[in-house]
């Protein structure tokens, strides 16, 4: 792999536009029937862990269960039931999080879409021109998998192919730390100094996860330049130091949970 020296990192988000019409014209995506492991209420610290780090289990085949995974809350005690029912399930050795989801996702398009990216529910989907683009350029830290798509009432043709970009690939902010902020939910905590990448913690990745939470991807220099020089569109890659309105507000309020 071509080695890069460039380390400005980029926030691969959806495209500004105007107005909020165009903004969801360009990205007609909602996920539907997803299984989530409930969030959890927490009765000695008193907050709701819902966690940043949603991983993607096998799916869920028994009827009764699946009834349960809708999201939450749940109380601590039946949480960790639930959680000890689906990991039994599943034949699970690692523990399951909040937000956890189970299956192939499956996504409605809603109306005909050309857009190369699309940003369901903080996650990113990407068409075929952008797969094949990010595999012959040979990009690193993602797979992909194939999620169920079904037209919208006003979808007049056949749907593109569109692939669910899997974020495998890491990197932290400067100085970020995590931290456990209640031993009796495992709640975690995470400080925010800086929103700058730090080049010392990033694993090379082309693609990647920032402060192990799995909404926030990330782009190499590399990456970067592929996406603006094809042209994709519904996206923009932006620096990560340049704060925004939430950034300002998530590091003033720092630490955050986890
Ligand atoms: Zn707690």
Known sequence: MQQTTDTTFYHLIQQEYETDRLTSRANPIVTIGELYMPVLQCDVCGTQRCGGQQQRHEAVTDPELARRLDGGPLAFGEWWGLAAKVREHLNLAEDVMPGDTFGLPTYQITLDTA?????PNLRAVIS???????????LSGYHTIEPGLVPGKRVR????PYYELCVIGTAWRKGTIVSTACNHCGRRQRTLVSLEIDP?????SDIFTVDGVTSIIGASARARDLIVEAGFTNVQ???????TFVDRYLLEHSPLSA
């Open 128 to 138: 075929q021109r952008v797969l094949n683009a990010f595999q012959s350029a040979g």
């Open 157 to 160: 043709n056949e749907l593109p």
């Open 237 to 243: 890659c932006r620096d990560f130091r340049i704060p």
């Open 115 to 119: 857009s190369d990216f699309l940003f």
């Open 200 to 204: 010392e913690r990033w694993d090379g």
